[in-house]
């Protein structure tokens, strides 16, 4: 059976930017909304979420099939 080896972190370091790299999108995605919204903002959050969606899933699609379909990183 051939096994295919999957990637691992180069290290530590890969890892921790990564993690940083991804809280801080998230920040992004959480905090926008909430301050948009405190400040009478709603009709805008409405506009940022569906250009997220519009553009975000598509892009996650892709990479998932390429990645299913590659099998590789």
Known sequence: MNQSRRAHWSGRIALILAAAGSAIGLGNIWKFPYIAGENGGGACVLIYLGCIALVGLP???AELYVGQ???RN
């Open 59 to 61: 892009i996650m699609v």
């Open 69 to 71: 379909t590659a099998q």
